[in-house]
Structure formats: C-alpha cells, structure tokens
Nanobody
C-alpha cells in the first residue's frame, strides 16, 4: 500500500504560477513512476506529466514549456511547477504512482486531488 497526499492547489490569475506537491508515505524509489493527472468538469482524467524512477520525464503537449515535474528523493515528494497558467488548466489535479510487481501487472495509487482554478 501507499498513500499520496497532494497540496499546493488554489486560485490564481491567468499568467500566474502554482507549485503542487505530492508527498508519498514511503520511499518513492519503490515506484516505477510518478506523475500528475487532471480532470476538468465534464471531461475525462488526462495525463499532465510523469517522471520515472530514473528521472525521465514526459509531458502532455498542452503543458510543454509551461509545467515542470521534479522529484526530491530525500523528501519522498514529487512536484509540479506550473507557470503561465491558463483558464483551461483549471481542474482537479491528482498525484499518481505506480508499481510493477511482476511482468504485465501494474498497481496504481492515487492521491485525493487538489483543486487548481485559473481565472481569466
């Protein structure tokens, strides 16, 4: 089992910045990868950014150049720095972590979500 706790959401004007944090209950080295997803009202949950245990990153096209995912292994925490925010970034942001206990099997863990609202 693993617990993920997000923080850092809030209300910001367009063009502003926020930093989300995701604190894991144990060592983040135990995860194959961690990432951030978001879900806007009436839409499906979508990938925002991921980072592997080796430090490789991946971003949705809509956030490339504006968002940066990073990790602090000593603090067991993953961050999402969000700059140049747009109203369309408004959503509930969820932290995700996954493990692959055996080939073909992936176990996903989710945080409770944090609301990000960007006003125009």
């Amino acid at each position: 089992q693993a617990q993920l706790v997000e923080s850092g959401g809030g209300l910001v004007q367009a063009g502003g910045s926020l930093r989300l944090s995701c604190a894991a209950s144990g060592s983040i080295f135990s995860f194959n990868a961690m990432g951030w997803y978001r879900q806007a009202p009436g839409k499906q949950r979508e990938l925002v950014a991921t980072i592997t245990s080796g430090g490789s990153t991946n971003y949705a096209d809509s956030v490339k150049g504006r968002f940066t995912i990073s990790r602090d292994n000593a603090k067991n925490t993953v961050y999402l720095q969000m700059n140049s925010l747009k109203p369309e970034d408004t959503a509930v942001y969820y932290c995700n972590a996954n493990r692959k206990p055996m080939p073909g099997i992936t176990t996903n863990y989710w945080g409770q979500g944090t609301q990000v609202t960007v006003s125009s």
